[in-house]
C-alpha cells in the first residue's frame, strides 16, 4: 500500500540553517520530524497491547465479564472479524478486569490468602486479561457434543468460591463484532487508555517514555493538541502500513 507523503531526501531539502544553527522554521520542521518517527515506532511496539486491548473491548461490548463468556456456538462467521479464526473449532472466550476482585489468575502485586484445594495459579502483570479456548472436533458432528462440554466451563471471583454465581455464556452467532485494533488517530487514543489500565511494567519503561513525549502517560489524561492528532494520526497510517 503505498504512504502519501515527502522523501527523506526531499525532507533534508527543505531545512534551512543559519550559520550553522538550524531557523526557526527547520526547528518545527524537525520537531515534526522527531514526534512523527517516535509516534511510528510506538505504534509498532505497542502492537501486541493494542491488539490484546481491542479483543478485550469487544468482548466487553457483548457482554463478557467476570461471570459471562462469549461462545462461537456457530462455529465464526463473516460477521466475526478477528485475526486467525477458522470454521472447524468451537471457540469460548472472554475477558476481565482483575481490579474488581481476586481471580485464580492474579493481579499484579497479589499477596492476599489463597484457597486451601490446590489450584494452578497465575500470576498477571496486567490488570485486563483476555483468554480464548478451543475445542476441536474430529469430525463435523462432534461440534454439538462440544457446545455442550464447553457451556459446563465455570468462572467466578476467588472471594465467590464457596456460592460462585452461574456462569453466563453469550453466542456470537448472528452478532456483528470486531476484534482488531482501531485505525488512524483512534489507535492512540485506545492505547492511552491501555497505558492508563494497566501498571507500567519494568521491561516497557523505554518505550513509555517515548510515550510520554508523544502526551500518553500512565496516570494522566490523554490530550493532545491540533499538531500533535496531526502526527500520530499519519504515524498511524505508516505504521499500519510497516505492519
Not at 531526501?9 to 514526534?35: C, H, I, M, N, W
Not at 461462545?71 to 481490579?99: C, E, H, W
Not at 476484534?179 to 488512524?184: A, K, V
Amino acid at each position: 500500500m503505498p504512504v502519501q507523503g515527502d522523501t527523506l531526501d526531499s525532507r533534508v531539502g527543505q531545512l534551512e540553517f543559519k550559520a550553522g544553527y538550524p531557523a526557526k522554521a527547520t526547528v518545527e520542521k524537525l520537531y515534526d520530524e522527531l514526534d512523527f518517527q517516535r509516534a511510528v515506532q510506538a505504534y509498532l511496539w505497542a502492537l501486541p497491547m493494542a491488539s490484546y486491548g481491542a479483543m478485550s473491548d469487544a468482548h466487553r461490548a457483548v457482554g463478557a465479564n467476570s461471570h459471562t463468556v462469549i461462545i462461537a456456538d456457530k462455529l465464526a462467521q463473516p460477521r466475526n472479524v478477528a485475526l486467525t479464526a477458522n470454521q472447524d473449532t468451537v471457540y469460548m472466550s472472554g475477558a476481565f478486569d482483575l481490579r474488581e476482585g481476586k481471580f485464580l489468575i492474579l493481579p499484579p502485586g497479589y499477596d492476599g490468602p489463597l484457597p486451601e484445594t490446590h489450584h494452578h495459579v497465575v500470576r498477571s502483570d496486567t490488570k485486563i486479561v483476555v483468554f480464548d479456548l478451543r475445542a476441536i472436533p474430529q469430525t463435523r458432528e462432534d461440534i454439538p457434543k462440544l457446545v455442550e462440554l464447553i457451556q459446563t466451563y465455570r468462572q467466578y471471583k476467588l472471594e465467590e468460591a464457596a456460592a460462585p454465581p452461574e456462569t453466563r455464556f453469550v453466542s456470537l452467532a448472528e452478532k456483528d463484532t470486531n476484534f482488531l485494533t482501531n485505525e488512524g488517530f483512534a489507535y492512540f487514543e485506545t492505547l492511552a487508555r491501555y497505558i492508563n489500565e494497566n501498571p507500567p511494567r519494568a521491561q516497557d519503561m523505554a518505550m513509555l517514555g517515548m510515550l510520554e513525549s508523544l502526551g500518553i502517560v500512565h496516570g494522566k489524561p490523554f490530550e493532545p493538541n491540533k499538531r500533535m492528532k496531526k502526527i500520530l494520526t499519519e504515524a498511524a497510517t505508516v505504521g499500519r502500513a510497516m505492519a
